[in-house]
């Protein structure tokens, strides 16, 4: 059995990230005094959201990302998958840093556009991930 060296290292950026995110959660809500909720405040509400979508998101991809390497997945191919989730994670977050990115504003497309790859890449790794461990167990 091999040990998970591509996914420890994924899971180590992943948890770090999670990290940041919450601390900035946690800050503006001290800041803004808002204990529960969001407080109708939107740059809160997009901070919950961009820490709660990689919540949401990474803990699945870790584990079925070490299956993989454990199990029947090329390293190489694990590797690719990695790097294109943590690329769309950190996009995705960027993208929620923003109104235009969580809101649609008219104005900054490029956070819409790396809202939208954070988005496929995340979809794509999954459907890949998944895909390439079924093929090689069965």
């Known amino acids: 059995m091999t040990i998970p060296i591509i996914a420890a290292f994924t899971g180590a950026l992943l948890i770090i990230l999670q990290a940041i995110l919450m601390i900035l959660v946690g800050t503006h809500r001290i800041r803004n005094r808002i204990a529960l909720g969001t407080g109708e405040d939107l740059a809160l509400e997009r901070k ?3 820490h709660g979508n990689l919540a949401e998101n990474a803990a699945l991809f870790v584990v079925v990302l070490t299956l993989a ?11 690719i998958i990695a790097i294109v989730f943590l690329v769309g994670r950190i996009l995705h977050a960027i ?4 109104v235009s990115g ?8 490029i956070f819409q556009a790396f809202r939208a790859i954070g988005a496929f890449s995340t979809f794509g790794s999954f459907i890949a991930l998944g895909g390439y461990l079924l093929a090689g167990l069965f």
């Open 69 to 79: 390497e454990m199990t029947v997945v090329p390293n190489d191919i694990v590797r």
């Open 48 to 50: 919950i959201r961009r």
């Open 102 to 109: 969580s809101h649609g504003a008219a104005t900054g497309k």
């Open 95 to 98: 993208a929620l840093s923003t």
